[in-house]
């Protein structure tokens, strides 16, 4: 069974603070995503990663960053929050597409307030 | 450029009732379509894939590649199916794009 586990569900940070959301996943997925996710604007892609230490900005990557040292471990930073990041973060890992059905697993969460 | 709409934001519907919830999307190539639930306080989870043409919980989608469609349709709502549901398009080997979601509230 796969688990894609976010090391916080809860955060609350000033503006300006650097915030580090962490996701680590025990399935050897080469794959793995942060996403937004807001009302009324479903999911956006902020980052993603098809293998170690490689990155690709998803569609709304203006104010993150990311960190792929090792396989199961993929960090989402933001240098300076702010409060329109105010949001749920998801993290999300796939498998390579040899062997994937497009099954995306998802993490539990991570709600981050900006005040 | 590819993309995923589903027109209606919140969708309620009587226990027992039909339940339909929209998905449109436009891409170039052969598209490969998802629909994804989160239920209250669990994490987002795959429901079907329209590759499996697989009936999951009752629920059933059809990709009309006419009508660049892919709705899911149930004949008869529990309340349980209340919860947000998400239309997926995979472009690439790892690209998926995600419709706004659609809330659906069954009534009792």
């Known amino acids: 069974d796969v688990k894609v586990t976010q090391s916080s569900r809860y955060l609350v940070k000033r503006t300006g603070e650097k915030v580090f959301l962490e996701c680590v996943q025990d399935?050897?997925?080469?794959?793995m995503f942060w996403y937004r996710q807001d009302p009324g604007l479903g999911l956006r892609l902020i980052y993603f990663?098809?293998?170690?230490?490689?990155?690709e900005k998803g569609d709304i990557p203006e104010g993150y960053s990311v960190s792929r040292e090792k396989k199961e471990r993929f960090s989402l930073i933001l240098e300076s929050a702010s409060t329109n990041q105010t949001s749920m973060y998801l993290c999300?890992?796939?498998?390579?597409?040899?062997?994937?059905?497009?099954?995306?697993?998802f993490g539990e969460g991570s709600r981050l307030t900006v005040l | 450029a590819q993309r995923v709409t589903q027109p209606e934001k919140l969708l309620s519907v009587f226990k027992g009732a039909p339940v339909e919830l929209k998905c449109n999307y436009s891409?170039?190539?052969?598209?490969?379509l998802f629909w994804y639930v989160q239920y209250s306080r669990q994490r987002l989870q795959l429901l079907l894939r329209h590759i499996s043409r697989e009936s999951i919980k009752g629920f059933t989608a059809d990709l009309n590649k006419g009508e660049t469609s892919f709705h899911l349709k149930k004949p008869f709502a529990q309340e349980e199916d209340s919860a947000m549901y998400y239309c997926?398009?995979?472009?690439?080997?790892?690209?998926?794009?995600f419709g706004t979601g659609t809330r659906l509230t069954v009534i009792p």
């Open positions: 999300a890992t796939l498998a390579n597409r040899a062997s994937n059905t497009g099954e995306l697993f």
């Open positions: 990663s098809y293998d170690v230490k490689m990155k």
């Open positions: 399935m050897d997925h080469e794959n």
């Open positions: 891409y170039s190539g052969s598209p490969e």
């Open positions: 997926a398009l995979q472009t690439g080997a790892n690209n998926l794009f």
